[in-house]
């Protein structure tokens, strides 16, 4: 699990693997990740944008940026939570994922809120990255 707080937005994120969607024969290995979101800050706040960086074992990296999370930009109240499941694919036995999303409050102002590094890996996988 990772966790990681940006002027009061708290981001938790927690992965598993997905072995019924995975051909590790073919190098595909799918993953869940859940993500929750909680405003502790005194201000409302709405998700516009997010920007991950996957990272998998053969150091390739890709980004992905778009509009919002599964199809939503949701506000967020204080001491109001949300949360999503999405799913990413590797083509290596694991990876990691880490972000931004940005982050709109009420007076117009905006901040990057950090998603911190989380694992993705198979069960074949130590807790290091490293492979049995």
Same mark, same amino acid.
């Given at each position: 699990?990772?966790?990681?707080?940006?002027e009061g937005i708290r981001i938790t994120v927690q992965s598993k693997y997905l072995p019924q969607q995975s051909t590790p024969e073919n190098?595909?290995?799918?993953?869940?990740?859940?993500?929750?979101?909680?405003?502790?800050?005194?201000?409302k706040v709405q998700l516009r944008t997010r920007h991950w960086v996957i990272t998998d074992a053969s150091n390739k990296v890709e #980004?992905?940026?778009g509009e919002?999370?599964?199809?939503?930009? +949701?506000?967020?109240? $204080?001491n109001d939570s949300f949360e999503y499941t999405s799913g990413c694919s590797l083509?290596?036995?694991?990876?990691?994922?880490?972000?931004?999303?940005?982050?709109?409050?009420?007076?117009?102002?905006?901040? #990057?809120?950090?998603?911190?590094?989380?694992?993705?890996?198979? +069960?074949?996988?130590? $807790?290091?990255g490293e492979p049995n």
């Amino acid at each position: 699990m990772s966790e990681a707080v940006t002027e009061g937005i708290r981001i938790t994120v927690q992965s598993k693997y997905l072995p019924q969607q995975s051909t590790p024969e073919n190098a595909r290995f799918v993953f869940a990740y859940t993500v929750k979101i909680t405003n502790e800050s005194s201000d409302k706040v709405q998700l516009r944008t997010r920007h991950w960086v996957i990272t998998d074992a053969s150091n390739k990296v890709e #980004e992905v940026r778009g509009e919002g999370v599964v199809g939503k930009k +949701p506000i967020l109240a $204080p001491n109001d939570s949300f949360e999503y499941t999405s799913g990413c694919s590797l083509k290596t036995p694991w990876g990691t994922m880490q972000g931004t999303y940005r982050m709109h409050r009420g007076d117009g102002s905006s901040f #990057e809120a950090e998603i911190a590094p989380f694992l993705l890996a198979t +069960p074949s996988v130590e $807790p290091s990255g490293e492979p049995n």
